[in-house]
């Protein structure tokens, strides 16, 4: 058991390596039928399967010229569970410093991510990807 969950654990700090790099390198990451959830009840917020997830991350992430860097701060892991507590530190378009916290659910099952919900500080989100 030791083992898996040291190898879920490895794989959630590849994702989020992943996700810096700038590439789509994350998507390899998801199986075909997996969902992810967003926090918030804006246009950010709600449940998007891979397929969705391309496009949508798309544009977020070309809001951010030199990408985002997510740094794990905490992780523990049990059974096919592992929950990862990061800060996100980059500059929007617009000039502003978008820095948010997070903590991400990661189901894990056969080395792949089946299932993401993230948590973060919506009100920054919105403020500052929505304008509102």
Do not use: C
């Not at 390899?28 to 804006?42: K, L, M, P, R």
């Not at 049990?78 to 502003?96: F, K, L, N, P, T």
């Amino acid at each position: 058991m030791d083992d898996v969950l040291n190898n879920n654990k490895e794989l959630a700090h590849k994702f989020f390596d992943s996700l810096s790099s700038g590439t789509q390198d994350y998507l390899n990451f998801y199986t075909d039928d997996s969902i992810i959830w967003t926090a918030g009840d804006n246009a950010i917020g709600g449940t998007r399967t891979k397929k969705e997830i391309v496009e949508f991350a798309q544009g977020i992430l070309a809001a951010f010229p030199n990408g985002i860097t997510f740094n794990i701060t905490g992780m523990t892991a049990e059974a096919d569970r592992v929950a990862v507590e990061v800060s996100g530190e980059s500059i929007h378009a617009s000039g502003q410093s978008y820095n948010n916290k997070y903590h991400f659910l990661l189901i894990i099952r056969d080395g792949k991510i089946i299932q993401l919900k993230e948590y973060m500080d919506t009100q920054l989100a919105a403020k500052i990807l929505l304008n509102e």
